[in-house]
C-alpha cells in the first residue's frame, strides 16, 4: 500500500513561489509516473504536472507552463513542484499521486490509485 505526504503549502501573494514536497512510500518508487494535481472550490481536480519514474518524460497542463517545475529524486522517494509567478487563480488544493501501473505514463487522473492527503496553496491578488 502506498503512502504519499505532501508539503510546502501555504499563503502567497501573486507573483511569489513555493515548493511543495510529497514523500513516497510503500512501491518501488523509481518505477511509477507521479502527478501533482490540484482541486479549487467548486470545481474538478485537474492535472497539473506529471513525471515519469525515472524523470525522463515531464508534462504540464498549459495553464502552468513555463511557471511550474516537477521534479523527482528517487534516492529520497519524493517529488516536487516549484510553482513560481503564482496567481490567483492557481488558488486550490494540491494533492500528488502515483500511477497505478508501473513503467506507465498518463495524464488522466483516473489512471492514478494513491493520493495525498493534500496540501493548500491560496494565491491572494
Known amino acids: 500500500q502506498v503512502q504519499l505526504v505532501e508539503s510546502g503549502g501555504g499563503l502567497v501573494q501573486a507573483g511569489g513561489s513555493l515548493k511543495l514536497s510529497c514523500a513516497a512510500s510503500?512501491?518501488?518508487?523509481?518505477?511509477?509516473?507521479m502527478g501533482w494535481f490540484r482541486q479549487a472550490p467548486g470545481k474538478e481536480r485537474e492535472f497539473v504536472a506529471v513525471?515519469?519514474?525515472?524523470?525522463?518524460?515531464?508534462n504540464y497542463s498549459d495553464s502552468v507552463k513555463g511557471r511550474f517545475t516537477i521534479s523527482r529524486d528517487n534516492a529520497q522517494n519524493t517529488i516536487y513542484l516549484q510553482m513560481n509567478s503564482l496567481k490567483p487563480e492557481d488558488t486550490a488544493v494540491y494533492y500528488c499521486?502515483?500511477?497505478?501501473?508501473?513503467?506507465?505514463?498518463?495524464?488522466?487522473?483516473?489512471?492514478?490509485?494513491?493520493w495525498g492527503q493534500g496540501t493548500q496553496v491560496t494565491v491572494s491578488s
Open positions: 499521486a502515483c500511477h497505478r501501473s508501473a513503467y506507465s505514463y498518463s495524464v488522466r487522473t483516473n489512471d492514478y490509485n494513491a
Open positions: 510503500g512501491r518501488t518508487f523509481s518505477n511509477y509516473a
Open positions: 513525471i515519469s519514474g525515472r524523470g525522463s518524460n515531464i
